[in-house]
Nanobody, 112 residues
Framework: QVRLVESGGGLVQPGGSLRLSCEAS????????VGWYRQAPGKQRELVAF???????NYASSVKGRFTISRDNARNTVYLQMNSLKPEDTAVYSC??????WGQGTQVTVSS
């Protein structure tokens, strides 16, 4: 059974940074595609950052240059480093494995 557990969310001021973590279990993590998604109230879920099974990366235009996705296959963990945070980054962030399995998400709130 695949399980994804996110951590690292919280309240941060505009311009601040956070690092999210997502630990996977029960999967072949190193050969999987993983992504970070977010959903703000009243909005659809959007893909924020993606790491393919060959480790190429892609970012939504709204976060490019501010967010970085990375993975530690030894720890079955994917990270999202978020810098220069803006109020519009406020959302529930969740990770997805092969677009089949999802974590429960972690809240990120950017506010002064």
């Amino acid at each position: 059974q695949v399980r994804l557990v996110e951590s690292g969310g919280g309240l941060v001021q505009p311009g601040g940074s956070l690092r999210l973590s997502c630990e996977a279990s029960g999967s072949s993590f190193s050969s999987s595609a993983v992504g970070w998604y977010r959903q703000a109230p009243g909005k659809q879920r959007e893909l924020v950052a993606f790491s393919s099974s060959t480790y190429s990366t892609n970012y939504a235009s709204s976060v490019k240059g501010r967010f970085t996705i990375s993975r530690d296959n030894a720890r079955n963990t994917v990270y999202l480093q978020m810098n220069s945070l803006k109020p519009e980054d406020t959302a529930v962030y969740s990770c997805g494995l092969n677009a089949q399995y999802w974590g429960q998400g972690t809240q990120v709130t950017v506010s002064s």
